[in-house]
């Protein structure tokens, strides 16, 4: 593939792929990364499938969550003790768990033997989020909060680093960068929906930028995942976009998933329940099979 030498901006040069970031670069257009996160593969012929709900809100409800996750084939526990919440007041309705939110999330996986993937905020709460995680998850909010990448990067566990809402593709590998540079090798990158003028619903936050995902392949040998959840913020809408994502070439999935999800915590307008996420499972291996993968 023949790679751009436009002056640094949207394009990616070859400059950059040699200075910028040599550990996220792709060397050879065959040249793609593939780890395994208990068991799970990624960057290989399965697309992982990452699958919870937003915020740990009890100990049932996780546990309940993860059993059908598990059932229904789902690969990955994802859930959030420590929460980016838009807003600082908390309430019945509207909270986050955090360190109780942890162990919950431990005894989902001791239930199910599911990993878990879970978000880390701020380098204090590094320890405590690291001895509950498989996989650390690094928001949005936080792809370019530069201490924390190098942090995590320090673990040496395996990170999951959400595009920032309003970065380009470069300022992406970029941070990649910062946690690889570390020696931490065991990068996913997530598309997770990104500010525009037309996202067709005034609750839609973000647009899913689905052509990222064959962009970043092009350059960068790391799995890219994408999470129609936050990025479409609407229900009926996270089918489509999963589906839609693998077609694209994505090497995983995040789905929120949620016993009751117009009750959900926060962002109750995006979850599945149990039945259609099996269903969604069922319509994302057929997909799958269509482009060479498995679910
Ligand atoms: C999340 O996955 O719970 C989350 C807060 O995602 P994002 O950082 O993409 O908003
Ligand atoms: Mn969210």
């Known amino acids: 593939m023949a790679i751009s030498n436009a002056a640094p901006g949207k394009d990616i040069s070859a400059e950059d792929l040699a200075s910028k970031f040599p550990l996220a670069a792709k060397k050879d257009p065959e040249h793609v990364t593939r780890f395994s996160v208990a068991g799970v593969e990624f960057g290989g012929p399965l697309v992982p499938i990452m699958a919870g709900p937003n915020t740990v809100e009890n100990e049932a409800m996780i546990v309940d969550t993860a059993r059908a996750v598990k059932a229904a084939g789902g690969h990955i526990l994802r859930g959030g003790a420590f ?14 768990t955090r360190e109780q939110g942890l162990e919950w999330l431990a005894r989902a996986r001791e239930a199910t033997g599911l990993p878990v993937i879970t978000e880390v905020m701020a380098t204090e709460h590094l320890p ?16 370019q909060n530069y201490p924390l990448l190098s942090a995590v990067g320090q ?17 992406w590998l970029g941070a990649a960068e910062y946690i690889m540079v570390e020696g931490n090798h065991q990068v996913i990158l997530c598309e997770r929906g990104i500010v525009a003028p037309h996202t067709h619903r005034g609750t839609s936050r973000f647009l899913l930028d689905l ?4 962009a970043a392949k092009e350059v960068t040998h790391l799995p890219v995942v994408t999470d129609p959840s936050h990025a479409t913020f609407w229900r009926p809408w996270v089918k489509p976009m999963a589906l839609a994502s693998i077609a694209a070439g994505a090497d995983g999935v995040m789905i929120e998933v949620h016993p009751d999800p117009v009750n959900a915590a926060v962002d109750p307008l995006q979850p599945v ?17 269509a482009v060479g993968r498995q679910v």
């Open 83 to 96: 929460k980016p919440l838009t807003f600082p007041y908390r309430s019945e309705k509207y909270f986050e």
């Open 211 to 214: 052509q990222v995902v064959p």
């Open 128 to 143: 405590a989020v690291a001895a509950v995680a498989d996989i650390l998850q690094i928001g949005t909010r936080n792809m």
């Open 273 to 289: 329940d149990f039945a259609e996420f099996a269903e969604l499972m069922t319509a994302m291996r057929a997909v799958a099979a």
């Open 155 to 171: 673990t040496g566990k395996p990170v999951m680093l959400k595009r920032g809402f309003g970065s380009s593709l470069r300022d």
